[in-house]
C-alpha cells in the first residue's frame, strides 16, 4: 500500500453504502411530496407551520451525507495527506448547526404566541358542494405523512452501525422521532377545533423543542469529533470498542512489553497511533510493519496505522486490557 489513506469498502460496507444511498434519495423524495402536501393544507396552525418547516430541515442531513460521499472517496494527496473523509463531520456539523438556529427561532416564535394569546385561525374550504373544516384535512395528511418515517428511519438505523456513519445515525434517529411531531401536530390542529386555542401554540414549542435537541446533540457531536475527541461509537454511547482491540492485539507480539493507542475520528474512518514500549532496545523494522498490518486487519474502517516505539506510555493514550468505563469518560 503506497498511501497511507484508504478509500475502498469491503463487500459488505459496499452494498450497505449502496442501499443507505438509495434510502437517502428515496427520503429526499418522500419529504419534498410531504412538504408540498402540507403547503397546501398549513393553513393559519402554528403547528402546522412547525411541522412543515421541520419537513424542510429534514432534508440537511440526506444532502451532507449525499454531498460528503463525493468527497470521502477522493484518495490522499499530499495537499490533503489523510484524505477528505472529515467532510462527513463537517456535513454533521452543519446540519446540527442548522437545526439548532431555526428550532431556536420556532420555539421563540411559540414561546412568543402564547404569551400574546394569539389564537390561530383554521377556516374552511368548500369540496364537492360541501363545506368542510380544513383542520381535518390537516389531521388526514399529517396521518399519511407519519407512515413512511418509521419504515425508512429503521432501515438507516440499521446501516449507520455497519458504515460507522454519524451523519445517517443521526437522520435515522430524527426518522425515528418524527411521529412525536406528527402526533404533537395533529393535538394542536383538533385543539384549535375544540376551542383550546393554546394547545396549538403548546405543540409547536413541542416541535421546536425537539429541533433545538436534535440540532444541540448533533452539533456537540460533530464539534467533539471536529477537534479529535476520542473516538466513540456511531451513536456517541460508549468509546469505541475497537481501541480496546487494537492495544490488546498489539500486546500480543512476543518483542512488546506493553501499549497504548490514541484514535481520532476522521469521519467514518480512524486515524490510530499506537505507542509501544519494546521489551529490549532491539527494535526491527519488519516487527514494527507487521503490528501494522495486524492492526490493519482487525477492521475496515481503521484507515492510518502508525506504530511508534517508546520509552514511556503517553497518559492520554488507552493502554492494553482496559475495558471502557460505564460512564463512556
Known amino acids: 500500500m503506497k498511501t497511507m489513506g484508504r478509500t475502498d469498502l469491503p463487500p459488505e460496507q459496499q452494498q450497505a453504502l449502496r442501499s443507505a444511498i438509495r434510502w437517502e434519495w428515496f427520503t429526499i423524495g418522500y419529504t419534498a411530496v410531504t412538504i408540498v402536501l402540507i403547503a397546501f393544507v398549513v393553513g393559519g396552525s402554528q403547528a402546522m407551520k412547525t411541522a412543515w418547516i421541520e419537513d424542510m430541515l429534514s432534508l440537511i442531513p440526506q444532502i451532507s451525507f449525499l454531498i460528503a460521499l463525493l468527497f470521502i472517496r477522493r484518495p490522499p494527496t499530499r495537499a490533503f495527506p489523510f484524505g477528505h473523509h472529515r467532510v462527513m463531520g463537517v456535513g454533521h456539523l452543519v446540519a446540527g448547526v442548522a437545526l439548532l438556529a431555526v428550532g431556536g427561532d420556532l420555539a421563540y416564535e411559540a414561546i412568543s404566541g402564547l404569551i400574546r394569546a394569539d389564537h ?10 360541501r363545506t368542510i373544516w380544513l383542520g381535518w384535512f390537516m389531521v388526514v395528511a399529517m396521518s399519511v405523512i407519519v407512515i413512511g ?51 396549538d401554540g403548546a405543540a409547536a414549542l413541542f416541535i421546536s423543542a425537539g429541533i433545538v435537541w436534535d440540532g444541540w446533540r448533533n452539533s456537540r457531536a460533530a464539534i467533539r469529533d471536529l477537534i479529535d475527541q476520542r473516538a466513540r461509537t456511531e451513536d456517541d454511547a460508549r468509546p469505541q470498542p475497537l481501541i480496546f482491540r487494537i492495544a490488546d492485539r498489539v500486546e500480543e507480539f512476543a518483542w512488546v512489553r506493553e501499549t497504548a493507542v490514541r484514535m481520532r475520528d476522521m469521519g467514518q474512518v480512524f486515524h ?17 510493519e507487521e503490528a501494522r498490518k495486524a492492526v490493519m486487519q482487525l477492521d475496515w474502517k481503521v484507515q492510518d496505522v502508525v506504530v511508534i516505539p517508546t520509552a514511556t506510555l503517553p497518559d492520554e493514550a488507552e493502554p492494553a486490557k482496559r475495558q471502557p468505563s460505564s460512564s463512556g469518560a
Open 120 to 129: 390561530p385561525s383554521i377556516g374552511t374550504v368548500y369540496v364537492f358542494g
Open 149 to 199: 418515517p418509521f419504515f425508512y428511519g429503521h432501515a438507516k438505523a440499521k446501516l449507520a452501525p455497519r458504515l460507522h456513519n454519524k451523519v445517517l445515525y443521526a437522520d435515522a434517529d430524527m426518522a425515528k422521532a418524527d411521529w412525536t411531531s406528527t402526533v404533537a401536530s395533529i393535538v394542536g390542529v383538533l385543539g384549535v377545533g375544540v376551542g383550546l386555542w393554546w394547545l
Open 272 to 288: 490510530v497511533e499506537v505507542f509501544v514500549v519494546p521489551r529490549t532496545d532491539d527494535v526491527r523494522l519488519e516487527q514494527i
